[in-house]
């Protein structure tokens, strides 16, 4: 009886100890998404301080003739010089914290690149996050800021497609998209770049706070 006991105590144990092993890899696996997303933040947060301290400008004026190289260095933060890369990158970055956060959870990784439906499933595991605001801000088209709205109107798109439309000229069958409402809006963006900054610095402490909460006990 006590070797029968030994033995089944042992197989308790050992699977236990596989749980644990195979519990560590999932959530070493998320982190590693998690810890992806928010570089591609943290560049784009530092780019929009960027372009929020240099005013958004697109024009210099002076007295003296201008130089390319001048016109350069005081427009080279400007909107119509890197919001497409930018908004990509912020994009991208939120894909990721969302494929890594759903990751924590599942067993695997959601292959869409729709938005929507990533926050859908987030949601589901995380009712009560922090982060549930903020994604949804730059996410669903009837809260986005209104720089990206009307970028999203008048290219007859949603940010479900930004792996498109930040990041080629045109939709399928050549039309193309209207990337005008993004570039060139000086001081009327320049707030945008602001919060979007804030925004981010949000993202990135939330997302550290969340993936800690769901560290799994050894």
């Known amino acids: 009886m006590d070797r029968i006991l030994s033995r089944e105590l042992k197989s308790i144990n050992t699977s236990k100890a596989f749980g ?13 998404f998690l810890k992806v997303g928010i570089q591609y933040l943290h560049i784009v ?7 929020y301290q240099q005013g958004n400008t697109n024009y210099y004026i002076s007295n003296e003739p201008i130089s390319a190289e001048k016109l350069e260095e005081e427009t080279n933060w400007s909107d119509f010089n890197l919001v ?3 908004l990509f990158n912020f994009y991208h970055g939120l894909e990721v914290l969302l494929k890594g956060f759903i990751c924590l959870q599942e067993n695997s990784i959601a292959k869409t690149h729709r938005l929507c439906e990533l926050l859908a499933i987030f949601n589901k ?7 549930i605001r903020l994604f949804e801000k730059y996410i669903h088209s009837e809260k986005l800021p209104s720089t990206l709205a009307d970028f999203c109107n008048k290219s ?10 930040l990041k080629y000229p045109e939709k399928n069958h050549k039309v193309a998209y209207n990337h005008n409402p993004l570039m060139f ?3 009327k963006s320049k707030l945008f770049f602001k919060e979007l900054r804030d925004d981010i610095q ?16 050894t």
Request: zero cysteines; proline letters at 5%; charged letters at 30%.
């Open 45 to 51: 947060e530092l780019s929009s301080n960027k372009t």
């Open 202 to 217: 949000i993202f990135r402490q939330e997302s550290v706070t969340l993936g800690r909460k769901e560290k799994p006990n």
């Open 156 to 165: 007859s798109t949603t940010m479900d497609e930004f792996y498109l439309s």
């Open 185 to 187: 809006t000086g001081e």
């Open 125 to 131: 595991y995380y009712p009560n996050s922090k982060l």
């Open 20 to 32: 644990i092993q195979i519990m560590k890899k999932k959530y070493n696996r998320a982190i590693d």
């Open 84 to 86: 497409l890369p930018l």
